[in-house]
């Protein structure tokens, strides 16, 4: 299982970014996916999850309505759309797909 994250990087509050996970190693369409992030001197924190079929979407409160969840499978890829973001969103985002992590992604929101 490999997942390797992309798309970070520093944003003005009120911003936009798209992350993506790219994996490999096994059958991405067969599995669920989350994004999960540690912000500086915090633990984990789970962000969005979404199934193997891109049913129901799920999401923390802390992103909901600013932050959408998809994938496609043909491309064996996941994303996460974050618009409108927060000072407090700045963390390093990580995907999550059949128990294993990628490098992640560093996510700075900040004027």
């Known amino acids: 299982v490999r997942l390797v994250e992309s798309g970070g990087g520093l944003v003005q509050p009120g911003g936009s970014l798209r992350l993506s996970c790219t994996a490999s190693g096994f059958t991405f369409s067969s599995w669920f996916m989350s994004w999960v992030r540690q912000a500086p001197g915090k633990g984990l924190e789970w962000v969005s999850t979404i199934p193997s079929d891109t049913g129901s979407t799920t999401y923390a409160d802390s992103v909901k309505g600013r932050f959408t969840i998809s994938r496609d499978n043909t491309k064996n890829t996941g994303y996460l759309q974050m618009n409108s973001l927060k000072p407090e969103d700045t963390a390093v985002y990580y995907c999550?797909?059949?128990?294993?992590w990628g490098q992640g992604t560093q996510v700075t929101v900040s004027s």
């Open positions: 999550y797909v059949l128990g294993s």
